[in-house]
């Protein structure tokens, strides 16, 4: 990647986990949508980078590696300074956006206020449309997807980076079993197993509960876009909340997010074409409760039955079949 010269462009700063970043990346499409041809520079967690690795006009990416002393930040402001940009959109809240030269500021502060994080971002920057979740794939990429996923596929992500967001993955055998029976919303269906590399452990009991003839292994898939690319061919898509959840609703799969301890108003999978089952718990009923420790792992989605899962997926089903937008993808 060439990098950053003297011309102008456009400096989107974002997040480090993939959640954020996804539900942040219809800032940077409006932003592309308003200025035209401006090269594009990402500053963004390692974690989070491939999602802007077939970002039209990007001409440079910035990984902000974590250095004390914020080491980092001086890092960017270094690679960054000699040069004044069309549009900087700093999502981070950090001091770079106020010391570069710019012709135009976006600076995101959080406020603590009951909204979703998309909603957040529409107001705090004063975008006159909400930011919709943006990803973009090229084209082999997507051709090689839809090879891999060339059937009725329900997609399920069983992991997720707390143990205590994390549905029980026998509970998710039983669901998977429902939702493709002949009876179910998809009977026969192909059933992809999605998650990271290094959370096969949480995923295996899942995997082995499927029948070889209908089980597809997309763990620790190459690339982060390869993975959205899949799940964009996918039927329908079932997961704790996770950063996966958010690709599977931005690759514009029917999403169903599985909610315990995090505020679904806050970060629900976006889009018309989603829906959440939570815990009968609410967030603060368990995030409060007596005894509360983040540091443990043992899940607190253990109030949430197969029952309330399925019948939310059912409903789901219905809704998008009824609506006229569903493509029957994986048909």
């Known amino acids: 990647?060439?990098?950053?010269?003297?011309?102008?462009?456009?400096l989107f700063i974002t997040a480090n986990r993939i959640g954020d970043a996804v539900l942040s990346s219809g800032v940077l499409a409006?932003?592309?949508?308003?200025?035209?041809?401006?090269?594009?520079?990402?500053?963004?967690?390692?974690?989070?980078?491939?999602?802007?690795a077939d970002l039209p006009g990007l001409a440079y990416l910035h990984p902000l590696v974590r250095r004390g002393r914020v080491g980092h930040w001086w890092d960017?402001?270094?690679?960054?300074?000699?040069?004044r940009w069309r549009v900087?959109?700093?999502?981070?809240g950090s001091l770079i956006g106020w010391t570069l030269a710019a012709d135009q500021r976006l600076m995101f502060r959080p406020a603590?206020?009951?909204?979703?994080?998309?909603?957040e971002l529409g107001r705090q920057l004063g975008l006159a449309t909400l930011p919709q979740p943006t990803l973009w794939m090229s084209d082999q990429r997507r051709r090689q997807a839809r090879a891999l996923i060339a059937r009725p596929t329900l997609a399920v992500g069983p992991t997720a980076n707390w143990g205590a967001k994390q549905w029980p993955a026998e509970r998710f055998a039983q669901a998977v079993a429902r939702l493709t029976a002949p009876d179910g919303i998809l009977p026969g269906a192909q059933v992809a197993v999605f998650g990271a590399g290094a959370e096969r452990a949480m995923a295996d009991p899942v995997l082995r509960a499927i029948p070889a003839e209908r089980r597809l292994d997309c763990l620790g898939m190459?690339?982060?876009?390869?993975?959205?690319?899949?799940?964009?061919?996918?039927?329908?898509?079932?997961?704790?909340?996770?950063?996966?959840?958010?690709?599977?609703?931005a690759a514009g799969v029917p999403t169903l997010g599985l909610f315990g301890p995090s505020p679904e108003w806050r970060y629900r999978p976006w889009g018309p074409d989603s829906a959440v089952v939570r815990t009968p718990q609410s967030y603060e009923d368990l995030?409060?409760?007596?005894?509360?420790?983040?540091?443990?792992?043992a899940s607190l989605?253990?109030?949430?039955?197969?029952d309330a899962v399925v019948e939310a997926a059912e409903a789901l089903w219905t809704r998008m079949n009824r609506s006229g937008r569903w493509s029957g993808r994986g048909a």
């Open 1 to 10: 990647m060439a990098a950053v010269g003297a011309s102008s462009g456009l």
């Open 30 to 52: 409006q932003l592309m949508e308003s200025n035209p041809g401006q090269p594009i520079t990402v500053a963004c967690g390692p974690v989070t980078a491939p999602l802007f």
């Open 76 to 83: 960017l402001w270094q690679a960054m300074r000699g040069k």
């Open 88 to 92: 900087v959109a700093d999502l981070r």
């Open 112 to 119: 603590k206020r009951h909204e979703h994080r998309v909603e």
């Open 222 to 249: 190459g690339h982060l876009l390869d993975a959205a690319a899949a799940l964009s061919h996918c039927s329908f898509y079932l997961g704790n909340d996770s950063g996966l959840m958010h690709l599977a609703a």
């Open 287 to 297: 995030v409060k409760a007596p005894g509360f420790d983040h540091r443990r792992q």
């Open 301 to 306: 989605m253990t109030g949430l039955s197969v």
